[in-house]
């Protein structure tokens, strides 16, 4: 699904275990945390997460950091946690990008699917209608950690560029600078028009509110340019 850009419009600011499926449907997922007695944790530096131990052990190799396995309920039970802030990837175009926003039920079910402006789901006879979100990003992500709203679930979708051969895999993320920062990679995408060249980075935030300091990291994507250019050199 690409990006669906109508949720800026309305805002004027802005031992190999055995896999469950026989083909999991991707290489590799990039991560920025992980979970400590059922608890969110950020991770200043990349944490990737695969089914395959070759793949694994060229992730540990290319970017530091060494195997161990993880409790999921996914096909991917092999993780790194790296020495790794910054990756070159290579990108499709702009279908490589899917941001639903998603409001999960008690029961880890979808209860909310849209795009920002229009529902995408779960209920087909919903597909289309309003979905009632505020207009602003800003309240929208005040209603998301009130958990009375949907928030962005992020996969972007690549290869990585010093090592085609691992396949494709993607980064997973609910960060909403993300987002906003994925609204100018689509634009730069459609600009391309065909596979280009990045960075995906892993961004610390950092800033001081009224009674304490906030401090997180989001993954961002900059220095886009055409393959063909890239590989020419130019």
């Not at 997460?49 to 996914?74: K, N, P």
């Not at 209920?123 to 949907?150: N, S, T, Y």
Request: aromatic share 8%.
């Amino acid at each position: 699904m690409p990006l669906p850009m109508g949720i800026f419009e309305t805002d004027p600011e802005h031992t190999e275990r055995k896999p469950k499926f026989e083909k999991p449907d991707s290489a590799f997922i990039f991560r920025a945390g992980y979970q400590e007695n059922n608890l969110p944790q950020k991770l200043s530096k990349w944490r990737v997460t695969t089914h395959d131990r070759d793949i694994a052990a060229a992730v540990a190799q290319s970017m530091g950091g060494s195997v161990t396995e993880w409790e999921t309920s996914g096909d991917d039970f092999l993780q790194v946690f790296t020495d790794t802030v910054e990756v070159p990837i290579l990108l499709d175009g702009p279908d490589a990008i899917d941001v639903p926003l998603i409001q999960w039920g008690p029961n880890k079910q979808p209860i909310h699917i849209c795009d920002g402006v229009t529902m995408l789901g779960p209920d087909k006879e919903d597909i289309g209608k309003p979905c009632g979100c505020p207009r602003e990003l800003k309240q929208r992500k005040q209603l998301a950690r009130k958990g009375r709203g949907p928030k962005p679930e992020i996969k972007v979708w690549f290869r990585l560029a010093e090592d085609e051969d691992l396949g494709r895999g993607y980064v997973k993320s609910n960060a909403w600078d993300f987002l906003l920062n994925l609204r100018t990679v689509v634009a730069e995408l459609e600009r391309i028009g065909g596979p280009a060249v990045g960075t995906l980075k892993l961004n610390h935030v950092n800033y001081e509110t009224d009674t304490h300091t906030v401090e997180y990291y989001h993954g961002e994507i900059h220095s886009l340019k055409s393959y063909n250019d890239a590989v020419s050199g130019e």
